[in-house]
């Protein structure tokens, strides 16, 4: 298996624009988590999802923020407008409840930047 | 309520020397306890888990972790820590019944002196 894949790596872009991050979870894994790195907070749980049904929203900043999972190999999280509070790395990782223990497997992240 | 400590936000070994990494936990529960490494620009890594069985457990990359229910504690060892092992390194907790949630620490970063 590829492993979680985010897309992008890598993302600049101006203050007010809408930014999507991508992600696809490990085939199989029925549990997909956001998370939202940063060096003053560090690692925090925005969403998590199962069987594609959002969970836990209770991580997510504001409404700026919203994150679907229309399939299970796809999820989008969607910054509107940005921020350039909102720079940071953003993980995926997904994690299936049929594994004995909670183990969750993490993307590469994609770094957000905003200018 | 659920929390992770890791009292050291940044520890420098000398290569060659012996590492331990603290970890405490509060968690009503029978915990999942896990330890994360992570490289710079990279994502996080599983270095090792513990959820029953056995309190020492063994990892990838020469490290250990002992699980010490009456001290909440689940700290990473390495008898002779290795350049290539200066990275962050997180612990993290989640249960059975939340669904593979995990509540994660803040994080400790190693730094190797050669």
């Known amino acids: 298996d590829a492993g979680v894949i985010q897309s992008p790596r890598h993302e600049v872009t101006e203050m007010g624009q809408e930014v999507t991050l991508r992600c696809k979870p490990i085939?199989?894994?029925?549990?997909l988590f956001w998370y939202r790195q940063t060096m003053m907070r560090g690692l925090e749980l925005l969403i998590y999802f199962n069987n594609n049904v959002p969970i836990d929203d209770s991580g997510m900043p504001e409404d700026r923020f919203s994150a679907k999972m229309p399939n299970a190999s796809f999820s989008t999280l969607k910054i509107q407008p940005s921020e350039p509070r909102d720079s940071a790395v953003y993980f995926c990782?997904?994690?299936?409840?049929?594994?004995?223990?909670?183990?969750?497997?993490f993307g590469p992240g994609t770094r957000l930047t905003v200018l | 309520a659920q929390s992770v400590t890791q009292p050291d936000i940044h520890i420098t070994v000398s290569e060659g020397a012996s590492l331990e990494l603290r970890c405490n936990y509060s968690y009503g529960a029978t915990p999942y306890l896990f330890w994360y490494v992570q490289s710079p620009g990279q994502g996080l890594q599983l270095l090792l888990k513990y959820f029953s069985g056995d309190t020492l457990v063994q990892g990838i990359k020469g490290f250990e972790a002992e699980f010490k229910r009456s001290q909440s504690s689940f700290n990473l060892r390495k008898p002779s820590v290795h350049w290539s092992d200066a990275a962050e390194y997180f612990c993290a907790v989640g249960t059975y019944n939340q669904g593979g949630k995990l509540i994660f620490g803040q994080g400790t970063e190693l730094s190797v002196k050669p």
């Open positions: 990782a997904s994690h299936s409840s049929r594994s004995s223990s909670n183990e969750q497997f």
């Open positions: 085939s199989g894994h029925d549990y």
